[in-house]
């Protein structure tokens, strides 16, 4: 069945931050919203590119070697092996594009990690 999918509505549903939820697939990824509030933590994904949508409000992407901020309607590609730590300075939806194979800490396993996703 195809099902028409509003980002508003859906993000409606949730309440908590930095937990992704899987709001559809696309072949062998996932297409996730998250709200964001704070800073994230350092953290990589070895063998995954990873694409950050600002949905609602914004969002600052730091890197290494520098820093990246989004606005709402613009996207970020992280690729695979870069360190980045997401932050919001206020609360921030976001659409994430991803392998279903991407842990959200990526190579960093603590308290924010989310091993079960939770469809929306």
Known sequence: ???????????ALFSDHWSPKIAGAV???????????????WHKHETE????????????????????????????IIPRGVEHLPVA???????LFEPKTVLNTGDVVNERTVA?????
């Open 49 to 76: 590119d990873e694409m950050f949508l600002v949905v609602k409000g914004s969002m600052t992407i730091r890197l290494r070697d520098g820093e990246v901020r989004l606005g709402e309607g613009e996207f970020v």
């Open 116 to 120: 079960a996703l939770q469809h929306i």
């Open 89 to 95: 300075e206020e609360e921030a939806h976001v659409l």
């Open 27 to 41: 072949n062998d990824a996932h297409v996730k919203l998250v709200k964001l509030s704070g800073e994230f933590v």
């Open 1 to 11: 069945m195809i099902e028409k999918v509003n980002l508003s509505e859906k993000f």
